[in-house]
């Protein structure tokens, strides 16, 4: 879940094999499929018509029991200082994580990419988790469900912490909801202060095949109505409720949906961590 581009001459992450999409979209089942062998899309550039399939051979990940909340994050994230969501603007966080900005003058998700996910989005296989500084998308983060895993894409970050929040938020409603892993692609000094460890490729897939298991991927194109599961609607439907103009739609409260109130959060990864 890079927040800066990923570059292809990265030594970690070599390209397996080039494809010339001339703006189609990635077949959906493929891109699951990949993602069930330890391997996602990226391009060079958002004008770069090649999508390359990566496999990097060392992998970063987020111990969801391991996450590192420091004591000005947990207050950011206590007082309420940025109202969240998910799946309300998916398109708006893919948008923004493709935006050119200061940090980042380039980004590795290309016009085809951007299609693919948006689709992945429409059958419901891709998250958003959004941010919000009163009604303007601050930031976030996107990524794909599968089974027990969480494959993030990408995160963005417009206001100071927002996309801190955007991953803490997501770490504990995925334990929450019994997730056991969130992928992160590659290591970043942003994420390493969050808690996130590289791992080699073989212990990867390690606990990819126990995320996935019993996940149809080899039953044709079936597997497709069926959405990411029961882990994602547990971690992401309770946060997607519309709301009144400049309300949030998350009671303040620990309820059986799981940590709706930045309290909740707080309390949550600071007893597993």
Not at 119 to 131: K, R, T, Y
Not at 218 to 226: D, I, K, Q
Request: proline content about 6%; hydrophobic content about 45%.
């Amino acid at each position: 879940m890079p927040a800066a581009p990923r570059a292809q001459s990265d030594p970690s992450a070599p390209a397996l094999r080039s494809l010339s999409l001339h703006l189609m979209t990635i077949d959906p089942l493929v891109l699951l499929q990949a993602y069930a062998i330890g391997v996602f899309p990226m391009s060079d550039d958002r004008d770069a018509e090649e999508v390359y399939w990566i496999e990097p051979k060392r992998r970063a990940i987020m111990p969801l029991r391991g996450f590192h909340l420091s004591r000005s994050l947990a207050r950011t994230i206590r007082r309420e200082r940025f109202r969240v969501t998910a799946n309300r603007d998916f398109g708006g966080i893919v948008s923004l994580c493709a935006q050119a900005a200061e940090d980042r003058p380039s980004t590795w998700i290309n016009r085809e990419i951007e299609q693919t996910y948006r689709h992945l989005h429409e059958i419901g296989f891709a998250h958003s988790v959004e941010v919000w500084d009163g009604e303007e998308l601050v930031g976030g983060l996107y990524g794909v469900a599968l089974g027990q895993a969480f494959f993030g894409e990408s995160m963005v970050s417009r206001r100071t912490d927002a996309s801190k929040v955007a991953i803490a938020w997501l770490t504990a409603r995925m334990l929450f909801a019994g997730f056991t892993l969130l992928d992160c692609q590659f290591m970043t000094e942003h994420l390493r202060s969050l808690g996130a460890i590289e791992i080699s490729q073989r212990d990867y897939l390690g606990l990819l095949e126990g995320a996935l298991g019993g996940v149809p991927l080899g039953v044709g194109r079936s597997v497709l109505a069926e959405g990411s599961g029961s882990w994602a609607e547990l971690a992401f439907a309770p946060l997607a409720g519309d709301a009144p103009a400049g309300r949030s739609p998350l009671p303040p409260s620990f309820t059986v949906s799981g940590p709706l109130s930045g309290h909740d959060i707080v309390q949550l990864l600071t007893q597993t961590s």
